[in-house]
């Protein structure tokens, strides 16, 4: 039963999620958790059972190799079925899934092509369990359909044709601390190299997925073959629903990674005689509606401003095509370490407020930064001034909703942050979505 009900939230494009009106990326805390408690059961049975064996006297005859050359003919204590290859067989396949299911999560974020192919240990484990528990067809059939309807549904997107329009790499220098001549001189004699500069590759592309994005926070899975032909990783759409194109940013995590030989892949792009070639998926994610509250903040940190960029700039379409709304205000809060992040983001985030129904505030904060004196004053990028250090959001949400108004905060960034947002939107009694997700 548990493998049948972990197999429901596994589907990307399942029609259980969407009736429930979630999707999988804030549902995939459930498909872990039923994974670990499969995991758990199956742990126990597999320890009961070695101990009736033990009890038994044959304990040796569930290995494996025991099982092809000695089992069938000559089993321990002459009273074991000879025909029974059931349990043998789970033995086989119990192990190495215990393995391939049972990474730890820091080992599934930094191998995760290693954690995505070894998944598909179920194509064997299922089946063997079928095998095992002849009964169990109805338990697990449902979710073994979805997750094939999906997977076909995933291949079929894949063979969409898209279209790289553009490809830029973008660079931007570390942050820069503004401190008297003393403690410059000071920092300078204790830093030992320059902090490494922020890079980030904006891939603009066309293809027939953008007329089923419907929502901003949406992502897509995507991948390069001139990368890699069977790495596929998951990104936030920084492009609008509204948007004719799709546009993804990538934060460059190292030269060995793939952000990073994306990046290098970006700056040879101009020299590649057929372009660049790109596979998509998706897009996946569920529908969000910023008309549907008075107040609206979004927080970023960081590379987390690509759902937020999708948002602000669909919020802004919608106000001015639509009639009516409810949004009375819409405000922007965005962390970086450095100052140059933000004009990244200028020309996604270059709107026009003329004739909307509601005010846009977008305010800056560089946590990397700092000003000695009232005369370094906040530095100024091409969206506005930016303020040095980090924001107080319980003071920022506390002024967004003076009058108890219904004040709706998104966050997406690094997980301190997140939490820190949500309580302070706790207190201030907003309501709070995280649009972060860890896979």
Known sequence: MLLGLLLLPASKSSPVLRAAGSSWESAVWIHI???????????????????????????????????????????????????????????????PSLVCFGIFPWFRRRNYELFRYSHYMSVILVPAILWHATNAWYFVLPGVLLWTVDRVVRLCGACEGVQVQEME??????????????????????????????????????????????SPSMFVVVNFPQISL?????????????????TIHVKDMGEESFSGRLHKLALAASNLPHGVVMNVQGPYGSRVNLHESQEVVLVAGGIGITPMVSALRCAVQQGLRAKQSKLRRLRLVWVARSPGVFDMFAKELSIQAAGLPFPVEISLFCSACSFSSPEDGPGAGILGPITAGRPNFQQIFEKENPGGAQLLVLACGPAAMVAECEKAARSASADFEDWSFVL
């Open 33 to 95: 958790m039923l994974g670990v408690l499969f995991l758990t059961a199956t742990c126990g049975h597999v320890v009961l059972f070695l101990a009736r064996f033990a009890e038994m006297g044959y304990l040796s005859d569930i290995l494996p190799f025991n099982a092809a050359f000695f089992y069938p003919q000559n089993p321990v204590g002459g009273k074991t079925p000879s025909n029974n290859w059931t349990v043998p067989m789970m033995s086989a396949v119990f192990w």
């Open 230 to 246: 069977n790495e596929w990783h998951p990104f936030s759409l920084s492009s609008s629903p509204l948007d004719s194109t799709a």
């Open 169 to 214: 790499p973008l660079e931007a220098a570390a942050a820069t601390t503004i401190t008297t001549t003393e403690e410059a001189q000071e920092t300078k004699k204790k830093q030992k190299k320059p902090a490494p500069a922020e890079r980030v590759t904006n891939v603009a592309f066309a293809w027939p997925g953008q007329a089923r994005t419907h």
